[in-house]
């Protein structure tokens, strides 16, 4: 299996969110992972970053806010021109799968760690 660099925006450190469980199952698999959350933290060894960082080679950029926070990361998004964009239940947003379509990023509607245990990430 290839590595798929990741970037986990909504990151916590908090054990019972699905992107900490996110997070640890990327590492698990191994995949490079890089975490934006609001509070920093750390997940299995990846520092949470509070503040959106530069991005080179992105594969996936896995989303853990709801629609109105994500408006603050359209253009970040759009220009660290990953390969695909997965919207995990509850962060769904038409307006933002066209923005993403309209600039040759793939949105997916899935969930990262689903994708992760049937291995189809």
Avoid: W
């Avoid at 054990?15 to 750390?42: C, D, M, R």
């Avoid at 530069?54 to 390969?83: F, G």
Wanted: hydrophobic share 40%; net charge positive.
């Amino acid at each position: 299996m290839k590595n798929k660099k990741t970037l986990v925006l909504g990151a916590s450190a908090k054990p019972e969110k699905y992107s900490f469980k996110a997070i640890t199952l990327l590492v698990q698999k191994g995949h490079s992972v890089l975490a934006i959350g609001q509070n920093a933290g750390e997940v299995a060894g990846i520092k949470i970053q509070t503040k959106a960082i530069p991005l080179k080679n992105i594969d996936t950029i896995s989303l853990y806010l709801n629609p109105i926070r994500q408006r603050d990361y359209y253009n970040y998004i759009v220009e660290s021109k990953p390969k695909r964009v997965i919207f995990n239940p509850g962060t769904e947003n038409p307006e933002f799968y066209q923005l993403l379509e309209l600039n040759g990023i793939k949105a997916e509607v899935a969930c990262t760690l689903v994708l992760l245990t049937t291995n189809q990430y």
